[in-house]
């Protein structure tokens, strides 16, 4: 039984580039919930998808980050135009269904590093 | 507004020690949950417990035990007899009533030396 998948684990990207970073739930999981650990620091939530749908995306700044969770695939994070201060571990954590009850299991993170 | 800290960044301890992480909440909500997660240098992260509001059983799971105690906003985390291999930041979490996100604190890194 697989768990929260993400790839790449390591991305390497100059400012001005975009960077997407794919994250695909454990199976029987349909929502998915992205967070970004800067260096030195605790896990800041960012959005949460359900499948086509964004629920709750009061987490992700409004300029040049964007997230979906298409019908089919894993879910995407995608950040353009990247700059130094994006640098940090997004990770993605799936549960089987939504609400604060349910456990949020993560997956392995991306690290992401802008020069 | 919902806030978890952990006050401690770091702590060092020699093997076969006992540690204790603390963790204090704060939340308006009367119906939340809290947990604790294992981020080790590899760092992925790993689940290790979730407690609901309503049960304040401490728990023991091996090695590990949870105390929860409401009068104090606290959930604070015990390793007996520590080993190399709990070397990691700890994080608590909450999740309150009406909200999807996980609210967590800044962490405790535990260096367990042998």
């Known amino acids: 039984n697989a768990g929260v998948m993400q790839n790449p684990r390591h991305l390497v990207r100059r400012r001005g580039q975009e960077a997407r970073l794919r994250c695909s739930p454990m199976?029987?999981?349909?929502?998915v919930y992205w967070y970004r650990q800067l260096p030195e620091e605790g896990l800041k939530f960012m959005v949460y998808?359900?499948?086509?749908?964004?629920?709750?995306e009061s987490g992700m700044p409004k300029e040049r980050f964007s997230a979906e969770f298409p019908k089919e695939g894993p879910s995407i994070l995608r950040i353009q135009q990247v700059v130094r201060g994006d640098s940090a571990a997004y990770f993605c954590?799936?549960?089987?269904?939504?609400?604060?009850?349910?456990?949020?299991?993560f997956g392995p993170g991306t690290r992401l590093l802008v020069l | 507004a919902q806030k978890v800290t952990q006050a401690q960044t770091e702590i060092s301890v020699v093997e076969k020690e006992d540690v204790t992480l603390d963790c204090v909440y704060e939340t308006r909500d009367t119906t939340y949950y809290l947990f604790w997660y294992k981020q080790p240098p590899s760092g992925e992260l790993v689940f290790l417990i979730r407690?609901?509001?309503?049960?304040?059983q401490n728990e023991i799971s091996g090695r590990y035990s949870w105390n929860f105690q409401k009068s104090t906003s606290s959930f604070n985390f015990t390793i007996t007899a520590s080993q190399v291999v709990d070397s990691a930041v700890y994080f608590c979490?909450?999740?309150?009533?009406?909200?999807?996100?996980?609210?967590f604190g800044t962490g405790t890194r535990l260096q367990v030396f042998p």
């Open positions: 954590a799936s549960s089987p269904l939504g609400g604060f009850q349910e456990t949020q299991y």
């Open positions: 407690r609901n509001s309503f049960d304040e």
């Open positions: 979490a909450l999740g309150g009533y009406n909200t999807d996100k996980l609210i």
């Open positions: 199976k029987g999981h349909s929502h």
């Open positions: 998808l359900q499948k086509e749908n964004i629920i709750d």
